[in-house]
């Protein structure tokens, strides 16, 4: 049973444009949520978190927004650029098992800005 | 400012051996964090230590083991590995339960 899900495999985007990466959760429990970047053969980079109690978080570029209600968080990239190709992985942080800060991770959406 | 460090990089094992996998964390973090990454999966969490004691355990069976050094560092040991453990094994460190920082990974293939 996956607690964290990306529907969407892939997107591509042109160069300039705007990208829309979406994720969603089925746990109410989760209290931190974070977008991390993984380029081949490196490890995941963390890009920007959100917690639980905002909705929305800014850095540069880069925008998250957090639906609780809907239980849906989206990573905003305006304007795309193609060093941004890569695979974005959204995840959630559990407060539980004894361990605050392990993360469970959606499959992935692999980006792809065209220029 | 040293990164994470992951050995070896790649690893080729066959059904039933073990395997030893290795992470030095970020210079000043002492918490170490494994996770499996099976091929179009994301990262599954194994378990996380910190000052040397296991302090988190997701779903995998006690074949999964592992260690925390006094310089924390850590090891992941794999017992009688079956052809479904061949994955991209990641290491993540942080300051207590501060932001994770990923190694590359260590590649391992059970034929």
């Known amino acids: 049973d996956q607690q964290v899900k990306q529907n969407s495999p892939s997107l591509s985007v042109q160069e300039g444009r705007i990208s829309i990466l979406n994720c969603d959760y089925t746990?109410?429990?989760?209290?931190?949520f974070l977008w991390y970047k993984k380029y081949p053969a490196e490890g995941p980079t963390f890009l920007i978190s959100?917690?639980?109690?905002?909705d929305k978080n800014e850095d540069g570029r880069f925008t998250v927004f957090l639906n609780k209600s809907a239980k849906h968080l989206s990573l905003h990239i305006v304007p795309s650029q193609p060093g941004d190709s890569a695979v974005y992985f959204c995840?959630?942080?559990?407060?539980?098992?004894?361990?605050?800060?392990?993360?469970?991770f959606g499959k992935g959406t692999k980006l792809s800005v065209k220029p | 400012e040293t990164g994470v460090t992951q050995s070896p990089t790649h690893l080729i094992k066959t059904r039933g051996q073990q395997v030893t996998l290795r992470c030095s964390s970020q210079?000043?973090?002492?918490?170490v964090s494994w996770y499996q990454q099976a091929l179009g999966q994301g990262p599954q969490f194994i378990f996380q230590?910190?000052?040397?004691?296991?302090?988190g355990r997701g779903n995998f069976p006690p074949r999964f083991s592992g260690l925390q050094f006094p310089n924390y560092s850590s090891e992941l040991n794999v017992n009688a590995l079956e052809l479904d453990d061949s994955a991209l094994y990641l290491c993540?460190?942080?300051?207590?339960?501060?932001?994770?920082?990923f190694g590359p990974g260590t590649r391992l293939t059970v034929l």
């Open positions: 993540a460190s942080s300051l207590g339960h501060n932001q994770q920082y």
């Open positions: 746990n109410s429990m989760f209290d931190y």
């Open positions: 959100i917690s639980s109690i905002k």
């Open positions: 995840a959630a942080s559990a407060p539980w098992g004894g361990s605050q800060g392990n993360l469970i």
């Open positions: 210079s000043g973090h002492n918490t």
């Open positions: 230590y910190y000052r040397e004691e296991e302090n």
